[in-house]
């Protein structure tokens, strides 16, 4: 995956990521505002319509409790014979227009003996025991139970309360009232009508029955029905709950319970004002695709911005890699010129001194071989100049030692003496070069000696096709040692790992330590090394690569014995050669 994919997949992801949180908050945030304000406005037309059924109440209640206790009242003993109670009654009606249906009075016996209706006179009206008695400040009145059939076109609150003679005390019949509930209806109605969307308002009794409802509800049949008799709260004042078997789904509901009215204190109804969920938050469903729009909107947006800043920064690292390509195949490539932001300026900067510092890595190893070279050439001379050398000169001091020697020969032996010295000195010069100096041993990390070795000959690796990895596990790389002895040895371990190993092998540098040493080791896939010359190989001129002197590991053994430690020639587990290096944790460092 390309840096350029990867900064625009991240960025676009953050981007929705923040989008959608932000989105889910304030979705959730609204409908929950929302939910409050609509149960609010619920509770609050719930108490208002609550307080208007308890005003009309009292006053159908005190209408009929007053009436009552009127003089004409007392007509009725003598069966309202000159009609007296009859017109009034059918006064009263008429005064109050459609409050009432119907204004009687019935005897004891209940034979209707006025009423505003002439046709309803001498009708029986059924005594039966009242449904629930009211209490007024002044009074008691009595509802009879309601006889409701839908489609409710005549749906009265029959009430009732017994006159009694002023002569000898007796219950001498009672006053009916026959309140139109449509007044109570049409209430309903309106509320159910005020706002968009469905909206249901019911007023339960006592037992949980549907005294009274908007129209949605009557059209369904449901007065006197206990459909919403479970759905009474305790206290709360706004709710939400399953609205079956009303409504599928859910609702949010209004309650207010009756309070009373100028000292009555009501019947124990309620009301409840409700609304489907789903209509309540049309507004937040609504708000919902606004935010999906802008969601979208800002996402093409994002992307856009993803796309400049990720080329910004991508195409920099492109222009970065194309020159170390190019550096690859022409060493002398001009130096990165990198544009961009800061961070990848400073990046091409970097990368441009380490590659000079990799140069100069280089001219230390070309360096460090020329020595080697030097040491070869010593050791040759020192084998193959000496032992000649010898004989010339104490050949040379013989014949000084003749009698009959002219002086011209002894001119020629003393130049023989002289410059056999002056090569015996040369080639004692060439040894001190060639001899390990003594280790000034330091605190030093190992792994960070073996990672340059890694580096300074990973080109020589590649160019011969060879993997070179490392995998230091040391947890203590700490010890004493001279950094620059350390580097010899790795750098001829690694090297001679490189040189046998044919091309598309393997070279590998591991590190392990447990308490008392810190050990290395350099495996390849190579050819190995049979196992009866696994201990001449650190041997002076024990050698089986053509060409070769048979000195490095001879010099690299010194240096490791100087460090008190030791070195190991076995088999890897490729099948070919391994050289173990352990080196002492708790040497002391010295100066």
Same mark, same amino acid.
């Not at 009698?403 to 004692?428: K, N, Q």
């Given at each position: 995956?390309?840096?350029?994919?990867?900064?625009?997949?991240?960025?676009?992801?953050?981007?929705?990521?923040?989008?959608?949180?932000?989105?889910?908050?304030?979705?959730?945030?609204?409908?929950?505002?929302?939910?409050?304000?609509?149960?609010?406005?619920?509770?609050?037309?719930?108490?208002?319509?609550?307080?208007?059924?308890?005003?009309?109440?009292?006053?159908?209640?005190?209408?009929?409790?007053?009436?009552?206790?009127?003089?004409?009242?007392?007509?009725?003993?003598?069966?309202?014979?000159?009609?007296?109670?009859?017109?009034?009654?059918?006064?009263?009606?008429?005064?109050?227009?459609?409050?009432?249906?119907?204004?009687?009075?019935?005897?004891?016996?209940?034979?209707?003996?006025?009423?505003?209706?002439?046709?309803?006179?001498?009708?029986?009206?059924?005594?039966?025991?009242?449904?629930?008695?009211?209490?007024?400040?002044?009074?008691?009145?009595?509802?009879?139970?309601?006889?409701?059939?839908?489609?409710?076109?005549?749906?009265?609150?029959?009430?009732?309360?017994?006159?009694?003679?002023?002569?000898?005390?007796?219950?001498?019949?009672?006053?009916?009232?026959?309140?139109?509930?449509?007044?109570?209806?049409?209430?309903?109605?309106?509320?159910?009508?005020?706002?968009?969307?469905?909206?249901?308002?019911?007023?339960?009794?006592?037992?949980?029955? !549907? #005294?009274?409802?908007?129209?949605? /509800?009557?059209?369904?049949?449901?007065? %006197? &029905?206990? +459909?919403?008799?479970?759905? @009474? =709260?305790?206290?709360?004042?706004?709710?939400?709950?399953?609205?079956?078997?009303?409504?599928?789904?859910?609702?949010?509901?209004?309650?207010?319970?009756?309070?009373?009215?100028?000292?009555?204190?009501?019947?124990?109804?309620?009301?409840?004002?409700?609304?489907?969920?789903?209509?309540?938050?049309?507004?937040?469903?609504?708000?919902?695709?606004?935010?999906? !729009? #802008?969601?979208?909107?800002?996402? /093409?947006?994002?992307?856009?911005?993803? %796309? &400049?800043? +990720?080329?910004?920064?991508? @195409? =920099?690292?492109?222009?970065?890699?194309?020159?170390?390509?190019?550096?690859?195949?022409?060493?002398?490539?001009?130096?990165?010129?990198?544009?961009?932001?800061?961070?990848?300026?400073?990046?091409?900067?970097?990368?441009?001194?380490?590659?000079?510092?990799?140069?100069?890595?280089?001219?230390?190893?070309?360096?460090?071989?020329?020595?080697?070279?030097?040491?070869?050439?010593?050791?040759?001379?020192?084998?193959?100049?000496?032992?000649?050398?010898?004989?010339?000169?104490?050949?040379?001091?013989?014949?000084?030692?003749?009698?009959?020697?002219?002086?011209?020969?002894?001119?020629?032996?003393?130049?023989?003496?002289?410059?056999?010295?002056?090569?015996?000195?040369?080639?004692?010069?060439?040894?001190?070069?060639?001899?390990?100096?003594?280790?000034?041993?330091?605190?030093?990390?190992?792994?960070?000696?073996?990672?340059?070795?890694?580096?300074?000959?990973?080109?020589?690796?590649?160019?011969?096709?060879?993997?070179?990895?490392?995998?230091?596990?040391?947890?203590?790389?700490?010890?004493?040692?001279?950094?620059?002895?350390?580097?010899?040895?790795?750098?001829?371990?690694?090297?001679?790992?490189?040189?046998?190993?044919?091309?598309?092998?393997?070279?590998?540098?591991?590190?392990?330590?447990?308490?008392?040493?810190?050990?290395?080791?350099?495996?390849?896939?190579?050819?190995?090394?049979?196992?009866?010359?696994?201990?001449?190989?650190?041997?002076?001129?024990?050698?089986?690569?053509?060409?070769?002197?048979?000195?490095?590991?001879?010099?690299?053994?010194?240096?490791?014995?100087?460090?008190?430690?030791?070195?190991?020639?076995?088999?890897?587990?490729?099948?070919?050669?391994?050289?173990?290096?352990?080196?002492?944790?708790?040497?002391?460092?010295?100066?």
């Amino acid at each position: 995956m390309t840096i350029s994919r990867l900064l625009l997949i991240a960025f676009l992801s953050l981007t929705f990521l923040a989008l959608a949180l932000l989105a889910s908050l304030s979705f959730f945030a609204s409908r929950e505002a929302l939910a409050e304000e609509i149960g609010r406005n619920l509770a609050k037309d719930a108490t208002l319509l609550m307080e208007q059924v308890d005003m009309q109440l009292f006053e159908r209640l005190q209408n009929i409790h007053s009436w009552s206790r009127l003089d004409v009242m007392q007509d009725a003993r003598v069966g309202d014979v000159d009609k007296r109670l009859a017109r009034f009654l059918t006064d009263i009606r008429q005064g109050y227009g459609e409050v009432y249906s119907e204004l009687f009075f019935a005897d004891e016996t209940g034979r209707v003996v006025a009423s505003s209706t002439t046709a309803a006179i001498g009708r029986t009206q059924a005594l039966q025991a009242p449904w629930v008695g009211a209490k007024l400040p002044n009074g008691e009145v009595f509802l009879q139970p309601l006889d409701l059939q839908a489609p409710y076109s005549q749906a009265s609150l029959l009430i009732h309360t017994p006159v009694y003679s002023r002569y000898d005390g007796r219950e001498i019949g009672g006053l009916y009232g026959a309140f139109d509930l449509w007044q109570i209806f049409r209430l309903f109605d309106q509320a159910e009508h005020s706002v968009s969307g469905n909206r249901y308002v019911a007023l339960i009794d006592q037992e949980g029955r !549907l #005294v009274a409802g908007s129209a949605s /509800l009557r059209d369904r049949g449901l007065l %006197l &029905a206990k +459909a919403l008799s479970d759905w @009474r =709260p305790d206290g709360m004042a706004t709710f939400t709950r399953n609205g079956m078997p009303l409504l599928k789904g859910e609702v949010l509901i209004g309650h207010a319970a009756s309070r009373g009215y100028q000292g009555y204190p009501g019947l124990g109804w309620s009301v409840l004002v409700f609304q489907p969920t789903e209509q309540a938050f049309r507004s937040v469903r609504a708000l919902l695709w606004l935010f999906s !729009l #802008v969601f979208l909107v800002t996402g /093409l947006l994002a992307g856009v911005a993803a %796309l &400049a800043v +990720a080329g910004r920064i991508a @195409r =920099p690292l492109v222009r970065l890699t194309a020159w170390t390509r190019d550096f690859v195949r022409h060493e002398n490539a001009v130096g990165p010129h990198i544009a961009g932001t800061r961070e990848v300026r400073e990046l091409g900067t970097a990368f441009g001194q380490m590659l000079e510092n990799l140069q100069q890595s280089r001219q230390q190893v070309i360096h460090a071989a020329k020595l080697a070279m030097v040491g070869e050439m010593a050791a040759i001379m020192a084998h193959e100049v000496r032992t000649p050398l010898g004989i010339l000169h104490t050949s040379a001091q013989m014949l000084q030692r003749e009698p009959l020697l002219s002086a011209e020969g002894l001119e020629l032996t003393r130049f023989m003496l002289d410059e056999s010295a002056r090569l015996e000195r040369l080639i004692s010069t060439l040894l001190e070069c060639a001899r390990p100096r003594p280790p000034r041993m330091r605190s030093c990390d190992v792994h960070a000696i073996v990672r340059r070795v890694a580096d300074l000959l990973a080109t020589q690796a590649r160019k011969k096709n060879i993997r070179l990895g490392c995998s230091l596990k040391a947890e203590n790389s700490t010890t004493a040692c001279d950094e620059e002895l350390l580097m010899q040895v790795f750098l001829n371990l690694v090297m001679n790992a490189i040189q046998i190993t044919p091309s598309g092998g393997r070279v590998e540098v591991r590190s392990s330590s447990d308490r008392e040493a810190l050990s290395v080791e350099v495996d390849d896939d190579g050819p190995g090394i049979p196992e009866q010359n696994r201990p001449k190989v650190f041997d002076p001129f024990f050698t089986t690569r053509e060409g070769g002197i048979g000195l490095g590991l001879t010099v690299t053994r010194q240096i490791v014995d100087a460090h008190h430690g030791r070195i190991v020639a076995e088999a890897s587990e490729w099948g070919g050669a391994r050289f173990k290096v352990s080196l002492p944790l708790k040497e002391e460092t010295t100066s």
